[in-house]
């Protein structure tokens, strides 16, 4: 059965960092697209980034609203991604959720894409 579990969320102040981590188990694939999005309360979900399994890292994906202050991260040999998370704002704050899918990324982050999420981790970002 494949988990997907979250950790890191935390409060914090603007300009704050965090660090998000995720952790996929159970699962046999080759390689799989690991994604990140967030939901603000009465907003949509959000994309933020996905990125591939692809060793060298170079098929990472980020949404363009996030910038350089967020950095996508993966540890294939730990089943891990990670969301470096810089210079926060209190528009960050919202429940950040993991995603994993087998196979490759698209080219566009699109959570109908995911079929396994995790439960989410809330980041609260207070001025």
């Known amino acids: 059965q494949v988990q997907v579990i979250e950790s890191g969320g935390d409060s914090v102040q603007s300009g704050g960092s965090l660090r998000l981590s995720c952790v996929v188990s159970?699962?046999?694939?080759?390689?799989?697209?690991l994604g990140w999005f967030r939901q603000a309360p009465g907003k949509a979900r959000e994309a933020v980034a996905h990125?591939?399994?692809?060793?060298?890292?170079?098929?990472?994906y980020k949404t363009r609203a996030m910038g350089v202050r967020f950095t996508i991260s993966r540890d294939n040999a730990k089943n891990s991604g990670y969301l470096q998370m810089n210079n926060l704002e209190p528009e960050d704050t919202a429940t950040y959720y993991c995603?994993?899918?087998?196979?490759?990324?698209?080219?566009?982050?699109?959570?109908?894409?995911?079929?396994?999420w995790g439960q989410g981790t809330q980041v609260t970002v207070s001025s």
């Open positions: 995603a994993a899918d087998p196979g490759l990324c698209g080219t566009v982050i699109d959570s109908r894409d995911f079929v396994f």
């Open positions: 990125i591939d399994s692809d060793p060298d890292g170079k098929r990472t």
């Open positions: 159970g699962h046999t694939w080759s390689r799989y697209c």
